[in-house]
């Protein structure tokens, strides 16, 4: 399918209902950039992105019947990819406890820095600052990753967020506010054993 053409896909998902494998593969190559988009949002490392993105489309294939069309097809297939993404957090093993140990050099540099006001993060400190925050939030549960993620990392609006994870925008502020408590405690205890 070239630039130039739109998918017709009503046409294609009843193609696709009916077995045809060539309508199959041109809707995933329609979706596909889309879902690569949100398990690169949603995810901390990128190892395992085409085997993710193929567990999101045999999960929309194996539920196609449950499709009736209320939404678009971009936003049924959005929660199946942000639902996927929430469940390969929760099933990757975590550590109970993030400690100074745990940083870099170049981040513990960093994180002193913030914490005794020195002065603001250097441009050659930033990597270090984008990876001490993902590591923070990788110790956060993954509805509190995502919602962090979406509402302060990549600035989404409560709108996009509720169309996205299908929650309403009343529980997506009170995610968000949770999230962000707990990672507040989260660096608190970081700084607490780094001054101990």
Same mark, same amino acid.
């Given at each position: 399918?070239?630039?130039?053409?739109?998918?017709?896909?009503?046409?294609?998902?009843?193609?696709?209902?009916?077995?045809?494998?060539?309508?199959?593969?041109?809707?995933?190559?329609?979706?596909?950039?889309?879902?690569?988009?949100?398990?690169?949002?949603?995810?901390?490392?990128?190892?395992?992105? #085409?085997? $993710?993105?193929?567990? %999101?489309?045999?999960?929309?294939?194996?539920?196609? =019947?449950?499709?009736?069309? /209320?939404?678009? @097809?971009?936003?049924?297939?959005?929660?199946?990819?942000?639902?996927?993404?929430?469940?390969?957090?929760?099933?990757?093993?975590?550590?109970?406890?993030?400690?100074?140990?745990?940083?870099?050099?170049?981040?513990? #540099?960093? $994180?002193?820095?913030? %914490?005794?006001?020195?002065?603001?993060?250097?441009? =050659?400190?930033?990597?270090? /600052?984008?990876? @001490?925050?993902?590591?923070?939030?990788?110790?956060?549960?993954?509805?509190?990753?995502?919602?962090?993620?979406?509402?302060?990392?990549?600035?989404?609006?409560?709108?996009?967020?509720?169309?996205?994870?299908?929650?309403?925008?009343?529980?997506?502020?009170?995610?968000?506010?949770?999230?962000?408590?707990?990672?507040?405690?989260?660096?608190?205890?970081?700084?607490?054993?780094?001054?101990?």
């Amino acid at each position: 399918m070239s630039d130039d053409e739109t998918l017709d896909l009503p046409g294609c998902l009843a193609l696709v209902r009916a077995g045809d494998q060539a309508a199959a593969r041109e809707l995933v190559e329609y979706l596909y950039p889309q879902v690569i988009r949100i398990i690169r949002r949603h995810l901390p490392r990128r190892v395992l992105e #085409e085997d $993710l993105a193929q567990e %999101i489309f045999m999960k929309m294939f194996s539920r196609m =019947d449950q499709y009736n069309g /209320a939404v678009p @097809l971009p936003h049924w297939v959005s929660r199946i990819a942000v639902t996927t993404c929430i469940d390969h957090l929760r099933a990757q093993k975590r550590r109970p406890e993030f400690r100074w140990a745990d940083l870099s050099e170049k981040e513990a #540099e960093v $994180l002193d820095g913030v %914490i005794t006001n020195e002065s603001e993060v250097a441009p =050659d400190d930033a990597l270090e /600052a984008h990876e @001490l925050v993902h590591k923070l939030l990788a110790q956060l549960k993954p509805e509190d990753q995502l919602v962090i993620r979406m509402l302060d990392l990549e600035q989404r609006t409560l709108v996009e967020i509720s169309e996205h994870t299908g929650w309403n925008k009343s529980l997506v502020k009170v995610r968000a506010f949770r999230a962000r408590r707990k990672l507040r405690k989260l660096f608190e205890n970081l700084e607490q054993k780094e001054r101990s």
